[in-house]
């Protein structure tokens, strides 16, 4: 009787340190997806300042899907965004710099960010110079290091193929005016709906046993060594932050990116972080215990020893969700008309 009464006592402790837990968490700034689909939703078209003007659909979730995975966006047409954001690898390309026209690697040498849940960063590129998926979506096809094609080409190759049109006039109407801005716009609709509930939401949200005592050990460390300070809010990240805060970053020399024209570089968000290795910016660190441990040495000028590093990566881990079932589309044919791909080699 006695045993069972120290069982007892050592459950309601347990649940009572995970209650206080949720609410410091809560305190701090995090705050979760929702699990309810309607209030997700809303939170959604909150997030994106261009939903008022076109709300999601449907019929463009699946047009933006096609052309998010259409490498004729590109001027060689063989490179897609799914290319450095794959959906199969976290949302990002699992390389240090990605690769694009020519084979070309990023000139400034820096790592594609992942895709996933980037609706709610309020900060898109690392130098956060786009506030928005359309506006972001607009850089990389016209970039010539990655996709290399102007707005003519991709309207060009759009417009050739008659099942396009057919897609566009579903999604936006009969009298729809094809062009980039629009395309760009229609991708980041579909961008919007990637987005991975995991259980540190339902944590969050009230379910004391989603996360281990590991995770919930780590998800204290985190809270009480200030990380939450740069990755806080719905995304752990996604906004403009200080750098080298506290110490010098021992990798900076490879690349050549120092942020914005204040020096600000965009916190990451750290869902799904178990997936998107290589880390940082430059994309040096393929170890997330070592990320950890850095990032307590950079930014915070703290020491993380090496069981606190565990834990903390244990709650990282607890931030990666789920990502519905994605069919890989069947693209609409080309024409005679459809502009030649242009490899330069």
């Not at 069982?7 to 949720?22: F, G, P, Q, R």
């Not at 701090?28 to 997030?47: R, V």
């Not at 463009?60 to 590109?74: H, N, T």
């Not at 990002?92 to 609706?119: E, F, M, Q």
Request: proline content about 6%.
């Amino acid at each position: 009787m006695k045993l069972r009464s120290i069982a007892l006592s050592a459950v309601l402790i347990s649940s009572l340190s995970a209650s206080k837990l949720i609410d410091e968490a809560k305190e701090a700034g995090l705050t979760p997806i929702p699990t309810d689909k309607k209030e997700l939703a809303k939170l959604i078209n909150e997030a994106a300042p261009d939903s008022l003007k076109y709300p999601t659909t449907t019929e463009r979730v699946e047009l933006g899907k096609a052309l998010y995975f259409d490498p004729r966006i590109s001027r060689s047409g063989i490179i897609s965004c799914n290319t450095c954001h794959n959906l199969g690898l976290g949302g990002s390309d699992g390389v240090p710099a990605s690769t694009g026209h020519k084979w070309t690697p990023n000139p400034h040498h820096l790592n594609a960010p992942t895709v996933l849940n980037s609706v709610f960063n309020s900060a898109q590129f690392w130098d956060g110079r786009a506030a928005h998926l359309a506006d972001q979506a607009q850089g990389p096809i016209q970039a010539s290091p990655e996709m290399a094609a102007t707005p003519d080409l991709v309207e060009a190759r759009v417009k050739s193929m008659p099942e396009y049109a057919k897609l566009f006039k579903k999604a936006y109407g009969e009298n729809v005016k094809i062009d980039f801005a629009l395309v760009a716009t229609t991708i980041g609709i579909f961008e919007r709906t990637l987005v991975t509930p995991s259980r540190f939401d339902e944590f969050l949200e009230g379910k004391e046993s989603a996360l281990n005592t590991q995770e919930k050990a780590g998800l204290k460390l985190f809270l009480d060594k200030g990380c939450v300070t740069c990755h806080g809010g719905i995304n752990l990240g996604g906004t403009l932050a200080p750098f080298e805060v506290a110490n010098k970053y021992k990798f900076a020399s490879v690349g050549d990116f120092k942020g914005d024209a204040n020096g600000m570089v965009k916190a990451p968000t750290l869902r799904n972080v178990e997936l998107t290795a290589p880390y940082f910016h430059n994309g040096v660190i393929w170890s997330l215990a070592e990320a950890v441990k850095t990032m307590g040495s950079v930014q915070l000028g703290v020491d993380i020893n090496d069981k606190e590093a565990a834990d903390i990566v244990a709650f990282l881990k607890s931030l990666t969700g789920k990502l519905e079932n994605i069919s890989y589309p069947m693209l609409p044919v080309s024409t005679d008309a459809t502009p030649k791909p242009e490899l330069d080699y």
